[in-house]
């Protein structure tokens, strides 16, 4: 055990500090996505946002979608049902809203996520005069220049898509809460200046033009995850996906364990379906780095049991972690930079963001033990099994 310890521990040394540099990198890159000045571009562009249930602050999460200080857009927001009881407050948002405001009732979806079908249901009703498609998502709240920097980057036709990603700010103090957030954080470095970036369905912008090239649309009929058809409907045809820091979006969060399982295991199962070389690496960096801290902390316990040297021992295990903790440190203060308005608040919780990211693994591992015993996920009160990228059956609503 000792000899696999010393090889587990080497190899996460060097991976953290590789993650370390790339940390860096990271927060180079957000200081200067931030300095960029997105200029005047304004091309007709629609804002489409699915809407289901009642969340925390949804109101003025869908109030925040119309009050961008781009010139040349309208929203549009899009329901399965008159009876969902979050198409009383899109009503009501969209009566008070500056700019114009829609509200779409879908048609009941059939062998696709509803979100998906909503937002497919949308684009079918698109006037041909809007140029450019922005996703974005009920529970997110991005800031007035969000739309504006996230389209700006697309006047160049070489770029496929730009996209950013959420940010989780804790709304309740409670654990589970506080373990969604931090869960939650590597995720927004996985996105970078040079990295294979994917789309992320709460921030998305791209040519209408592009989204029809590549065939999104068809993608999506027998699919739940907006985000990934997209991603691979983009790689399939070998366009870049920018990602922008600068329209990091906050997302206001409160759950209990319950929510936290099942919101953390759908992402990882439908990233095992949707990008299975991904979920492969996940699986294999998260069991990596809980058996080394495992293995370390059981050989220091057994040292200082028997009264033996444990400080090599000791050493080893906390190496990693203290690498982990200076990349978390990195990253809150890359999203500080992006997000300056909302500084003194993240860094009011900054603890959440950087001691629990060294637990956070092992949430991960009873994930990625979920998505490999069942292909069923629920979202939004509909349960789906995702049969693979192309099929998807709903199971109950």
């Known amino acids: 055990m000792e000899t696999l310890f010393y090889f587990l521990s080497i190899v996460q040394i060097a991976m953290g500090l590789y993650l370390a540099w790339h940390g860096l990198q990271w927060l180079g890159y957000a200081r200067r996505r931030a300095a960029t000045d997105p200029g005047f571009y304004a091309p007709r562009t629609a804002v489409l946002c699915s809407c289901k249930g009642l969340e925390p602050g949804l109101e003025r999460n869908l109030s925040t979608l119309t009050e961008f200080d781009h010139q040349n857009y309208e929203t549009f927001f899009v329901l399965a049902a008159e009876s969902d009881p979050a198409f009383a407050i899109a009503k009501r948002v969209a009566a008070g809203a500056r700019v114009k405001t829609h509200v779409l009732i879908a048609d009941k979806a059939e062998g696709c996520g509803e ?135 906050l997302s206001y969060v409160e759950t209990d364990f319950a929510g936290l399982l099942e919101f953390t295991n759908r992402q990882i199962l439908i990233t095992r379906v949707y990008a299975q070389q991904t979920w492969a690496f996940g699986l294999a960096t998260h069991v990596l780095y809980c058996l080394t801290l495992i293995s370390g902390l059981t050989l220091t316990l057994g040292d200082v049991i028997a009264t033996l040297p444990s400080f090599h021992h000791a050493v080893l295990t906390f190496l ?78």
């Open 320 to 397: 990693p972690v203290l690498l982990g903790i200076i990349r978390s440190t990195l990253r809150v203060a890359g999203v500080t930079e992006a997000l300056p308005a909302a500084r003194s608040q993240i860094m009011g919780q900054a603890w959440v963001y950087i001691l629990l990211t060294i637990f956070v693994p092992f949430l991960y591992l009873v994930n990625f033990a979920t998505s490999l015993i069942t292909r069923k996920i629920k979202w939004r009160e509909i349960t789906y099994e995702l049969v693979s990228p192309e099929q998807t059956r709903i199971v109950a609503s």
């Open 115 to 249: 979100k998906v079908n909503n937002l497919r249901f949308a684009i079918e009703q698109l006037p041909p005069d809007f140029e450019f498609l922005a996703f974005a998502d009920s529970d997110g709240r991005p800031g007035k220049s969000w739309l504006k920097k996230l389209v700006a980057p697309l006047a160049d036709a070489r770029v496929g898509a730009t996209t950013t990603m959420r940010w989780l700010v804790p709304n309740r103090g409670n654990l589970a809460t506080a373990l969604l957030a931090a869960w939650n954080a590597p995720i927004v470095t996985m996105l970078s200046e040079k990295g294979k970036n994917f789309c992320w369905g709460g921030g998305t912008a791209i040519r209408r033009s592009v989204f029809d090239h590549i065939g999104v649309v068809e993608d999506w009929k027998n699919s739940v995850s907006d985000d990934y058809s997209m991603t691979r409907a983009l790689q399939r045809s070998r366009r870049p996906i920018m990602f922008l820091p600068e329209c990091l979006t």
